[in-house]
């Protein structure tokens, strides 16, 4: 990473080149781009720069890059970091990249960090990161687009709003705009974000700025309580999306509910899932659990203590046996329904008998309340999920990644479904089988949202082992089309999934997507923003792709398991 | 109105022409639509037809009209109704719009039904009128837009679903699907209609159909459960808009919550507002009240009973001690909050000492439940409330429209404000003080949503008075801007505002609504769908307008009242 300073002494060949644009209109656009954000908010990244650390990692790598890079290590390297201060900055660069034709990958403060080769990555959290309102009376927030979890929940305990509860994801130190820009969840009763936002600023691909709902009012009093203003309701479009970049985003906050309890219930047999999921279904819909509870398999748990090798010397993928063991040891269930309850304990108390009923039908179910902690005790997964249920930013979850290997890479492979005990089982022994062909443990969680049914599975890898990437890769590729032939469709993923997963959504001649594609020629003619983003590609990149090599084309792994020759689970 | 079949009858002069059509263009596009749909299906609308009822009253028109107008009768005159029978019929017939350039108008089963002069209204609800699936498993729903509240309750009762609620806005005749679109709302938990929805069809204006959220999964089972699917999330772009014409849309149901008990507070005073809507705010973001009640005023409750001459020989606006008079014999206060409490009596019983303990603060406050009616006895708001707050259809709020004339007509007036005292006391008197100033009696209610005022205000009038209708007209466009200037937006309006309030919310150059060109002129490039609805105009067709006299022209009302000389309220 060099700064802009530095340009010149860089050669040709070591820049990093998006389609289309020769070395001098990147040069002369990077050049710009610093007369409008200073010299030190560009930063040119070079392929020198792309040598490994000393251990093989490439854990500094800087925010031009896919941290949890599953393909090669330079597929989707940017070519510099622009780091705007405000939302006129923002626009400035957006008209540049315009008359440059440089794609630009805006991110708020993600780990994802790669787009099409040559993006220039315009980093929104770097400064504009302020906390710019809360109502205390509306209990409402305006944010910029870096402010993390944890920034936010600071800022409120240290300005008088203890009052007003946050919504974390299992991970606190990512962006509160971003995640809802990404259709985040959470697990308070306001955990889905997107529902929870209220009003957006939006620089526009040909660098106009526009306010949704109210915020289109001239000194509107009510951009962060009314969502849609008059017209057409366009926020949606702004999710997971190409369309624009946001710099301010308003959200709800919960106040106080008036008291609190987390809970476990624990259920000691792998086939429990069925009427676990069944009972969580009509008690989320019925209103009686009043947020999106875990429903957490013995491997998660397991891993956020500790990483396999200190619960056995396999380097298998773990057999029921193993995994009864282990959930002894950890002592929880196969299966563990991480909740709480939000109100006065008069309340509670209702619901509790309500949930207690329930749940304690199932043979071998038990449940039990976090407990005071003594000094220096073990902190047990119920205590970190307490904090998460309560919206308190924290990183417990980061533990998944040493799974295998420290500093160990993700996968999400994350499928909707309906909120059943046969879709949940089905889903659960279609993710077993293919991990177990391709040699990595089951780690995952079940979640019903307002109706649906949320799998989160957490594929860890080791991405400086090239062919456990590729088996990453290929196994998630596969699971994806499995699902498709279920009606199951992911809700998120990783960008070399994007294609495939739009392509996967085609209903009525790919009507959906056509769709999006008419409104990205329309709003960015010249294919400037975030290109391939959710498989949006722009007409002057369509059909190129991210010239993505298809997994199948890698040798040496599980030849066995092709797209063709799956059968039926 | 005439059957396609007499079309060559009809002379050239007696067709109703839209913008840029020929006679030979209309009676050809018309021939064609009725190849797609049958000729049952389309009625092709004269000018002869226009002639009024013996009583000089037109409540005989069809749909065809705005049959509240406000303006000249024929101001929003269509030139025929088609009645599409299937996805493929609109499909077919938004073809031929293009192929012609033949607006249409589509409506669900909607009263304000012309629009651009001269459009083809497409009655969506004449023949789309089923309901396509109910799952009692995930309680929601798949609709077509002829399906109003009313057959929607019956068929769940009908059909072994009396679980499942559904939530009708105060009148329970209109389209469920059409309501949502228009972003309407209700009264029980589920009472905001989008939020509520999941999962479209659509046609969009280039003839294509496309699916929403998990819909664009080929043999998906979460259509009605997860909104969102993968990419952009569009369905907000079809809400109050021209881009697209909805076909079917998917609704979650409230499950019983094992319990309901409606109440009513009333207050004695004009000057008890403030203190209310502070009150309101509090427990309603802070969860206690789960839906959204309505705080009406005693004129609204009154006209529900009876019209204006049961209770006084007054033709003037009322003054406070006439109110209270009438408030007194109707047994109501000056401000009274209908609301209701969901769930098992223990929790309601929780919930109705916060309520009591609450309102009966105010000096003067009282409440009751509804009692049991002997047979015969008469049926109070409070009775009827308790259906609506039920979510159970009716149609007793039609007395409103009787309140100054029999079959009077109803102007809505809708601004969203912060939900406090001052702005509700500032809007009331606001209104209070313009329709003093037009001859109008305030009848109104405030709403408290999710977090914002809606404040419904409710201007009868007599439509075959064309001087009360100017003055309606006129009072209405001065409340708009004198909004405007204290930053508060109507959330909806009468075709005949929608320019108006369009350009009121014109935050940055008015980029919100240039956004909307934009994509309406990539979506509809031949500018064939509700040309100008919600102030949004094709290319071809922008700058016309409705073609409406400002009111200002009018001869012969208060012209005291201009816009330029309206003092800050």
């Keep these: 990473m060099t700064s802009i300073g530095s340009l010149s002494s860089i050669s040709d060949q070591d820049l990093i080149l998006p389609p289309d644009v020769t070395v001098d209109g990147l040069r002369a656009a990077l050049v710009e781009m610093s007369e409008i954000v200073g010299s030190n908010n560009v930063k040119v990244y070079t392929k020198a720069t792309m040598k490994p650390d000393k251990d093989g990692q490439y854990f500094n790598l800087p925010k031009e890059h896919d941290l949890f890079y599953v393909l090669e290590k330079d597929e989707f390297l940017a070519s510099a970091v622009v780091s705007p201060g405000s939302v006129e900055e923002v626009s400035g660069i957006v008209k540049l990249a315009n008359k440059y034709l440089v794609p630009l990958w805006p991110c708020s403060m993600g780990r994802n960090l790669g787009g099409l080769r040559g993006s220039v990555v315009v980093d929104m959290g770097a400064r504009m990161n302020k906390v710019l309102n809360v109502s205390e009376r509306d209990c409402t927030c305006l944010l910029e687009p870096g402010v993390s979890y944890f920034e936010l929940y600071d800022y409120l305990q240290k300005n008088g709003h203890e009052n007003l509860w ?174 709480a309850m939000y109100g006065p304990k008069p309340m509670r108390d209702l619901q509790w008998e309500a949930l207690k009923a329930t749940f304690m039908q199932i043979p071998g179910a038990s449940y039990e309340f976090p407990q005071p902690r003594a000094e220096g005790a073990k902190q047990t997964v119920l205590h970190m999920r307490e904090e998460t249920l309560k919206g308190i930013p924290n990183t417990y979850e980061l533990g998944w990644l040493d799974w295998t290997c420290p500093r160990g890479s993700l996968l999400g492979f994350s499928p909707i479904s309906p909120a059943t005990g046969v879709d949940a089982n089905k889903q659960y022994q279609m993710v077993r089988k293919r991990f177990l062909e391709f040699g990595f443990d089951y780690i995952g969680t079940f979640v019903v949202g307002w109706r649906e049914l949320h799998h989160i599975v957490c594929l860890t890898f080791d991405k400086t082992n090239p062919d456990e990437r590729r088996r990453a890769h290929r196994c998630i590729e596969l699971l994806i089309d499995d699902a498709a032939k279920e009606g199951y469709g992911e809700y998120r993923t990783h960008l070399c ?73």
């Design 166 to 339: 946050i919504d974390s994801p299992d991970l606190g130190g990512g962006s509160v705009v971003g995640n809802a820009l990404d259709r985040g969840a959470g697990y308070t009763p306001y955990g889905e974000h997107f529902s929870m936002h209220c009003g957006m600023e939006v620089v526009l691909p040909n660098g106009k700025v526009m306010r949704t709902g109210m915020g289109a009012l001239p000194d509107s009093n009510t951009w962060q309580t009314f969502q849609y203003g008059f017209g057409p309701y366009p926020d949606g479009l702004f999710t997971q999306s190409n369309f624009g970049i946001v710099t301010k985003m308003g959200f709800w906050l919960m106040p106080d509910p008036g008291g609190y309890q987390a809970y476990l219930f624990s259920f000691q047999n792998d086939s429990d899932l069925p009427a676990i999921v069944e009972y969580v279904r009509q008690l989320r819909i019925g209103m009686v659990i009043q947020n999106a509870p875990t429903i957490r398999n013995t491997l998660i748990d397991a891993a956020v203590y500790a990483p396999k090798s200190e619960y056995t010397n396999s380097k298998e993928v773990l057999g029921d046996a193993e995994i009864d063991l282990i959930a002894k040891k950890i002592g929880v269930g196969r299966w563990n329904i991480y909740g």
């Design 497 to 569: 999934f994007m294609d495939q997963i739009a392509s996967v959504y085609n209903w009525g001649d790919g009507s959906s997507l056509k769709f999006n594609e008419q409104l990205k020629d329309s709003l960015d003619p010249n294919g400037i923003l975030a290109p391939g983003k959710s498989g949006v590609w722009p007409a002057r990149l369509r059909g190129r792709g991210f010239e993505i090599k298809r997994s199948t084309e890698y040798e040496g792994i599980a030849k066995s398991a092709s797209t063709k020759n799956t059968p039926r689970l």
